[in-house]
């Protein structure tokens, strides 16, 4: 079962809370999957897109189908508003393929790499060339004319097809949103980072929530786990009280 107590979730949201992005995404990972009963390494050889997946499903039990989305015109700057939802989103993305391996064959080359997993990317990100660290990670055999080739040494026009099969592979590894600009009329293309996305809707509720329990706490000298045991209506109710006196 998805982790969607309050208790719980403030937990995630202190551990997360001095982790780098990385770790945060890790983290919600781990809420998503209670499954694999904390499995940090069955999670990071996951595919990409499967993660994606997850965390939109994760964010669907904790904060609902409707996603706010605020993002600028990259055109005239112009501040867009508009909503997204997290279930269709969740549906399409599990519901995409996905192949483990994929083969390439480009004008004397002939290339044999997998899908990148979460700890590909986590690791390529680190290096000072994320493209070539991938690469090294993710390309199994490539071979030119019969000649084995080392992947580093893979032509630009070749990397692209590489991509491009990959994102054909598994297209729920990049989210990315086309918004047509009310006002100029151009659109705007920016990738959805789930992961982002999600960490800072669950901060600033875990923030709210504190401060809910400060206010409770003052008010009628309950404990942190009394407070949080009641029922987000209940909560807010006794707050009403509260602001009337």
Same mark, same amino acid.
């Given at each position: 079962? $998805?982790?969607?107590? *309050?208790?719980?979730?403030? @937990? =995630?949201?202190? !551990?997360?809370?001095? &982790? %780098?992005?990385?770790? /945060? ?89 997998? $899908?990148?997993?979460? *700890?590909?990317?986590?690791? @390529? =990100?680190?290096? !000072?060339?994320?493209? &070539? %660290?991938?690469?090294? /990670? ?108």
């Amino acid at each position: 079962m $998805v982790m969607t107590g *309050a208790a719980d979730c403030l @937990a =995630a949201w202190e !551990a997360g809370a001095g &982790r %780098a992005p990385a770790g /945060r995404a890790l983290l919600l990972h781990h809420a998503a999957r209670p499954d694999l009963a904390g499995d940090t390494q069955a999670l990071l050889a996951l595919p990409v897109g499967e993660r994606e997946a997850d965390l939109f499903s994760l964010r669907r039990a904790l904060f609902g189908d409707r996603m706010q989305v605020r993002l600028a015109c990259r055109a005239c700057g112009e501040d867009m508003e508009f909503e997204l939802d997290a279930g269709e989103f969740a549906r399409s993305l599990a519901d995409s393929g996905r192949d483990p391996l994929v083969r390439v064959a480009e004008n004397g080359w002939e290339v044999e790499f997998r $899908v990148p997993a979460v *700890a590909d990317l986590t690791a @390529a =990100a680190r290096d !000072a060339d994320p493209r &070539r %660290a991938l690469l090294a /990670r993710c390309v199994v055999s490539a071979v030119r004319n019969g000649e084995p080739v080392p992947a580093y040494d893979l032509p630009a026009e070749v990397q692209r097809r590489i991509a491009e099969a990959a994102e054909a592979a598994d297209p729920a590894a990049d989210v990315a949103l086309n918004v047509a600009c009310p006002d100029c009329g151009e659109a705007t293309r920016a990738e959805l980072d789930i992961a982002s996305y999600l960490w800072t809707e669950l901060d600033a509720w875990a923030r709210d929530l504190l401060l809910d329990v400060h206010l409770l706490a003052t008010a009628y000298g309950w404990t942190e786990p009394e407070i949080l045991a009641l029922s987000p209506l209940r909560r807010r109710y006794y707050l009403e009280l509260c602001a009337d006196v």
